[in-house]
């Protein structure tokens, strides 16, 4: 049974809460966070008017990420296959419909375990249902992405039925036109959205703002260089979502959330407004494939232009959602992590003191790990020790058996955390 805690839920008055992820976008491609070459005004307004994270961490790849952030769990309890979700799990779909919550879930799926080898219900199109969304629109639900992409002339399914097939449709513009619709339709009560946004993953083809879009024939011609196209169409669709906020009057009562499930594209390399360029390292366990952007907005509530530089991962969106409800987690849902809404309102908070990571992504050519890090220091279980902040990229790894001093405390530290985690 649930129950509504006193805290920041006041009157009986439930924000409604809207999360959106990006799929593969990391910090590199906002504005905020001194990207030089991609247009985010949206994002970048978001940032200036709430909290900006500097140090959220999520897994390297999108299925573990998915996993983590859905379950509040860390990867060892509930990360069985790439591409699934065990059906056995709760998430905060669940808890927040179980709240009485409306709930739909608009974007990317892909945990029916259709991949890699079916697995048992990956035809069950009742999945979403059965996770705790009440409505959904949804790319790779039961259907792999040979049968049908997700930009030009998409393969969608929308609560059990498959969308007709429209050449001249862009899957992130219906998809968005569909969580429009829904917050038009639950204005009135209180609602959750999940967008596991297609943008900005590969295939980096052309989007209906991109001149080669006028092209039927070039609609599906990939080069990076239509990434940039791509994060500021995900921009665009963000700017939409707030406006459709103020139209419809519920702004101030509405928590919205942007992050990314991970690093970006290794194809890809940003330039930083500080001369640096960042390569994209998707799939593995440096910055370049785990630190992705987090900004937090409620208007009239959060904290405004901040930056906040306490440690978030993925374990941690589960609780936050959770004491934004005013739901008390139940004994039976075991949760990893901790919130971080104190700290975009500006209450007294309890900040992580370190990151445990567990990775074992069950797909390509990518190495399994362990990690525990702060925001400077990273020990990995091999025994690799990094200053991050001198050695960003993890060129010159330290050991232990190397350490002294002060560094050597850190890190035996660490690897206590380590030991007693799993």
């Known amino acids: 049974m649930f129950v509504v805690a006193l805290g920041f839920c006041q009157n009986n008055a439930r924000p409604n809460i809207i999360l959106i992820m990006a799929d593969d976008m990391g910090f590199e491609c906002l504005g905020s966070y001194g990207s030089a070459v991609y247009q985010t005004p ?8 709430g909290v900006r994270f500097e140090h959220c961490y999520s897994q390297p790849l999108c299925t573990p990420s998915r ?11 509930n990360y069985e296959a790439f591409g699934y979700l065990n059906p056995a799990e709760r998430t905060f779909g669940n ?26 219900g990956w035809e069950d199109t009742s999945r979403p249902h059965h996770f705790g969304f009440d409505e959904y629109c949804l790319w790779q639900l039961h259907n792999t992405r040979a049968e049908g992409e997700r930009y ?5 399914v929308q609560n059990g039925k498959a969308l007709p097939r429209d050449a001249n449709g862009y899957g992130s513009q219906i998809i968005s036109e569909f969580i429009l619709d829904f917050i038009d339709r639950k204005k009135d009560r209180p609602f959750f959205v999940y967008y596991p946004m297609n943008l900005v ?19 599906d011609l990939q080069d990076t260089s239509y990434f ?49 360029v960042i390569k994209g390292d998707k799939g593995n366990m440096t910055d370049g494939g785990t630190r992705v952007p987090l900004i937090a ?33 139940p004994d039976s849902q075991q949760v990893d992590g901790r919130s971080f809404l104190p700290q975009v309102l500006g209450k007294p908070a309890n900040p992580k003191s370190h ?41 010159h790894p330290l050991y232990l058996a190397d350490l002294t001093g002060e560094l050597l405390e850190v890190a035996a530290g660490f690897q206590c955390i380590m030991e007693e985690i799993r």
């Open 42 to 49: 949206n994002l970048d307004r978001m940032a200036e008017n």
């Open 355 to 395: 990151i445990y990571m567990y990775y074992n992504p069950k797909w390509g050519r990518f190495s399994n790990g362990v990690f525990v890090r702060n925001q400077r220091y990273k020990l990995y279980d091999d025994g690799r020790f990094f200053d991050i902040e001198a050695d960003v990229l993890e060129q």
């Open 152 to 156: 030009a002339n998409p393969l969608l």
């Open 228 to 276: 940039r196209d791509m994060v500021a169409y995900t921009d665009k669709i963000i700017g939409k979502i707030m406006d459709k906020l103020e139209e419809t009057g519920v702004a101030d009562n509405t928590l919205v959330i942007f992050t990314g499930d991970n690093g970006t594209h290794v194809n890809i390399y940003s330039k930083m407004q500080d001369g640096r």
């Open 67 to 77: 996993v983590k952030i859905m379950t509040g769990k860390h990867n060892f309890r």
């Open 297 to 329: 907005y409620w208007k009239g509530r959060s904290l405004i232009g901040v930056v906040n530089r306490d440690l978030v991962d993925f374990s941690d969106f589960l609780p936050t959602l959770a004491e934004a409800a005013g739901i008390a987690l």
């Open 95 to 120: 808890l927040l419909q179980d709240a009485g919550y409306a709930t739909c879930i608009g974007g990317k799926w892909q945990l029916n375990g259709i991949s890699g080898g079916k697995l048992p």
């Open 201 to 219: 993953h590969d295939p980096f083809v052309p989007t209906p703002d991109s001149e080669d879009w006028k092209d039927p024939d070039k609609r």
